[in-house]
Nanobody, 121 residues
Framework: QVQLVESGGGLVQAGGSLELSCVATGPTFSPYAMGWFRQAPGKEREFVAAIAWSGGATYYANSVRGRYTISRDNAKNTGFLRLNSLKPEDTAVYYC??????????????WGQGTQVTVSS
């Protein structure tokens, strides 16, 4: 099973940017779709973005479309999520996941431990 480790979270002011990384170890990462989810305090985990194994198709939640960019480098077993124009409501723990699905977290087999993103107003 693929192991995933996220990094890149932190504290940023509204309007700022961050880039999250997700490094995969273990079995090859490339056959799997990669997704990013987030969970804010007191809320359920929600889909943020996903990218097909080839990198050719990307998917975004309406709340982040146009501000976030998902990408991956299969040669380096690494995925990325670029967060631009951040808003306080983007504050959450962000998780990367690998699996066969796109939107549903139930279709993802492997999860990282999460990285905290905090956006101050």
């Amino acid at each position: 099973q693929v192991q995933l480790v996220e990094s890149g979270g932190g504290l940023v002011q509204a309007g700022g940017s961050l880039e999250l990384s997700c490094v995969a170890t273990g079995p090859t990462f490339s056959p799997y779709a990669m997704g990013w989810f987030r969970q804010a305090p007191g809320k359920e985990r929600e889909f943020v973005a996903a990218i097909a194994w080839s990198g050719g198709a990307t998917y975004y939640a309406n709340s982040v479309r146009g501000r976030y960019t998902i990408s991956r480098d299969n040669a380096k077993n690494t995925g990325f999520l670029r967060l631009n124009s951040l808003k306080p409501e983007d504050t959450a723990v962000y998780y990367c996941a690998a699996g066969n699905g796109i939107y549903s977290e139930n279709t993802y087999r492997s999860w990282g431990q999460g990285t905290q993103v905090t956006v101050s107003s």
